[in-house]
């Protein structure tokens, strides 16, 4: 089973800075198996970024995904006061099939 | 617009039974997979299995096999999570989810574009 550790596990910065938040996979991942999440207080998890750096729908441009193989990259660009949130990422496994999420980054504000 | 429509927060007593539903609309039930995620108060997400509609292929996470059955019925476009025997550690909010394709199609989803509002499952004595 593949264990996806986050870090860091609080993220604190004030609101125009940037943030990176590491995801790193206990063994290699295909990037197209690797997503990211981000959840607020009292609401469902909704999806930022698929295949390693595919946006999702309606997601600002100023969140962007990177990697490859054990290690990958969230990046808030300039943060927004709504942007203050926890943050997953999940890993797909097949055969048979596996999703793994990370234990989170939560990001405060500073 | 897709909508995954859970039903509503349920109070139960351990060794009670339960069944919680989520209805998918906007989209071809029977084509795309749903699954369950399971977040415990304060705590991350955790799969815990997941089933195509169309013919009821259901495959569970290890750590859930045996504990919770997954079914659906295409019919009415729901989904539904169960469990015979209710245990105060499965007080949790329980999220349904529309598994996506990045290359369009494949075996399994590789990850959740779609989730539900979720439903509250608290079980105390």
């Known amino acids: 089973e593949i264990v996806l550790t986050q870090s860091p596990g609080t993220l604190s910065l004030s609101p125009g800075e940037r943030a990176t938040l590491s995801c790193r996979a206990s063994?290699?991942?295909?990037?197209?198996?690797l997503a990211w999440y981000q959840q607020k207080p009292g609401q469902a998890p909704r999806l930022l970024i698929y295949?390693?750096?595919s946006r999702a729908t309606g997601i600002p441009d100023r969140f962007s995904g990177s990697g490859s193989g054990t290690d990958f990259t969230l990046t808030i660009s300039r943060l927004e006061p709504e942007d203050f949130a926890v943050y997953y990422c999940?890993?797909?496994?097949?055969?048979?099939?596996?999703?793994?999420f990370g234990q989170g980054t939560k990001l405060e504000i500073k | 617009e897709v909508q995954l429509v859970q039903s509503g927060a349920e109070v139960k007593k351990p060794g009670e039974s339960l069944k919680i539903s989520c209805k998918g609309s906007?989209?071809?039930?029977?084509?795309?997979?749903i699954g369950w995620v399971r977040q415990m108060p304060g705590k991350g997400l955790e799969w815990m299995g997941i089933?195509?509609?169309?013919?009821?292929?259901?495959r569970y996470s290890p750590s859930f096999q045996g504990q919770v059955t997954i079914s659906a019925d295409k019919s009415i476009s729901t989904a539904y999570l169960q469990w015979s025997s209710l245990k105060a550690s499965d007080t949790a909010m329980y999220y349904c989810?529309?598994?996506?394709?990045?290359?369009?199609?494949?075996?399994?989803?590789?990850?959740?574009?779609?989730w539900g509002q979720g439903t509250l499952v608290t079980v105390s004595s």
């Open positions: 063994q290699s991942v295909s990037s197209s198996y």
């Open positions: 295949g390693a750096s």
């Open positions: 089933i195509y509609p169309g013919d009821s292929d259901t």
């Open positions: 999940q890993q797909y496994g097949s055969s048979p099939p596996a999703y793994t």
């Open positions: 906007g989209y071809s039930f029977t084509s795309y997979w």
């Open positions: 989810v529309r598994g996506e394709y990045y290359y369009g199609s494949g075996s399994y989803p590789e990850y959740f574009q779609h």
